[in-house]
């Protein structure tokens, strides 16, 4: 609230400055009116920075718990992270693996049967979770 009444009385002094043409009392009226519309208008015309809730894990990462972590997070060096991967990478390899352009065994078989859809719902999901 002093933030407010300060920024008021800043905008005050600029409207005293502006001379304005009519009465003082007049000009004092306007000024307030001006700078009442203003911080309301800021006030409500602001868009919400509410957090947005995370995803829900797709069924086709059931799959992807075993070796890349419940989160996303693996536990063993041998495998990589996915939580925070960027979307169009993920895609791209998850496509590589269903397609055998990338040869794993384990991965080819596991994203064999991995629709357009799905790797969608996958990267979307993994590239969501915080690293």
Known sequence: M??????????????????LPCGRA????LCLAAA???????????????????LSAPASAASCVGCHGEAGLSANSLWPNLAGQKRDYLAKQL?????????????NAIAQS?????????TAYYSSLKP
């Open 2 to 19: 002093k933030i407010w009444i300060g920024a008021l009385g800043t905008t005050a002094n600029l409207c005293r400055k502006m001379s």
């Open 26 to 29: 007049a000009g004092k009226a």
């Open 36 to 54: 009442m519309f203003f911080f309301a208008g800021s006030a409500w015309g602001a868009k919400s920075q509410a957090p947005k809730p995370p």
């Open 95 to 107: 496509k590589a693996f269903r397609d055998q352009d990338r040869v794993d065994p384990m991965m």
């Open 114 to 122: 991995l629709s357009d859809s799905d790797i969608e719902a996958l």
